[in-house]
């Protein structure tokens, strides 16, 4: 069985403010990545940690945006093959 269908470990319990609260911090962290990556005072080895925190926040954002029902988010950019 998978995880997701292990319904003893998931509450279902989230509401859309819950969601919406998630989405709008995921948009400010991701917001606050991008204006890091533009310092050019960073060392390569910090430019590239905050390059996979970006990455990984903008999949956080599309997934919760898809989640909510954004007609611009499909299924297929949600998991990354669009």
Same mark, same amino acid.
């Given at each position: 069985?998978?995880?997701?269908? &292990? =319904?003893?470990?998931? =509450? ?8 919406? =609260? ?20 960073? =060392? ?36 990354? &093959?669009?």
């Amino acid at each position: 069985m998978n995880d997701h269908q &292990d =319904s003893e470990n998931f =509450s279902y319990e989230r509401t859309w403010v819950e969601i919406e =609260s998630a989405l709008r911090g995921a948009e400010a962290n991701l917001n606050r990545e991008l204006m890091a990556l533009r310092n050019n005072k960073l =060392s390569r080895k910090q430019k590239m940690k905050h390059m996979r925190t970006y990455k990984a926040l903008d999949g956080v954002v599309t997934t919760l945006r898809w989640t909510l029902g954004d007609l611009k988010v499909t299924r297929a950019k949600m998991l990354g &093959d669009e």
